[in-house]
């Protein structure tokens, strides 16, 4: 069974880096798939953040591509997200996920909260 | 990219059959049969039920199905029970290759 599980701090400072990793099991990353992050502002909608392939190639929401980067580490089987220069908008449930053909999301991790604030 | 347009709230009563749509552009669903739907009980991840706009997940009740007409997809979920009472997303594949999701709408089952 894949299983996806989010890591990172709680808390960040406004205009910092928010960084997240998504640890992966029951899957090997190197064998295919893309990986992806989704956000959920309190009380919101779902948000795509961006989409990253094995192999490394990267898919960002045009909205928040300045200040995004996905990553992966094969070798850890885990894949990462840095969003810059947050701000209190940038507070939401941080959701990692597989997904099928690049276009659907079948697999989630639980989420994490991120708080942006002094 | 614009957020895909769903309604904010649909109701039905246990048994009955509702169907939520989601309304996009030629740039995303009118584009491809790349439309999926996700249910989300509060507190909770988002489950995938509907994928490429009318294929089922293993272990999906067969009385969540999918269809899309131009520019607009739809969710039917018949023999409504107490338990798909949740937010429901809706998601396009786009001619930018990236993603877009519906706003949510809210299913009460009364």
């Known amino acids: 069974q894949v299983q996806l599980q989010e890591s990172g701090p709680g808390l960040v400072t406004p205009s910092e880096t928010l960084s997240l990793t998504c640890a992966v099991s029951g899957y090997s990353i190197s064998n295919g798939y893309y990986w992806g992050w989704i956000r959920q502002p309190p009380g919101k909608g779902l948000e795509w953040i961006g989409n990253i392939y094995h192999g490394g190639r990267t898919y960002y929401n045009p909205s928040l591509k300045s200040r995004v980067t996905i990553s992966v580490d094969t070798s850890k089987n885990q894949f990462s997200l840095q969003l810059s220069s947050v701000t209190a908008a940038d507070t939401a449930v941080y959701y990692c996920?597989?997904?099928?053909?690049?276009?659907?999301?079948?697999?989630w991790g639980q989420g994490t909260l991120v708080t942006v604030s002094s | 990219q614009s957020a895909l347009t769903q309604p904010a709230s649909v109701s039905g009563s246990p048994g009955q059959s509702i169907t939520i749509s989601c309304t996009g552009t030629s740039s995303d669903i009118g584009s491809y049969h790349y439309v999926s739907w996700y249910q989300q009980h509060p507190g909770k991840a988002p489950k995938l039920m509907i994928y490429d706009v009318s294929d089922r997940p293993s272990g999906v009740s067969n009385r969540f199905s999918g269809s899309k007409s131009g520019n607009t997809a739809s969710l039917t979920i018949s023999g409504l029970q107490a338990d798909d009472e949740a937010d429901y997303y809706c998601n396009s594949y786009t001619t930018s290759s990236t993603l877009v999701f519906g706003g949510g709408t809210k299913l009460t089952v009364l």
């Open positions: 996920a597989r997904l099928g053909g690049n276009r659907y999301c079948d697999y």
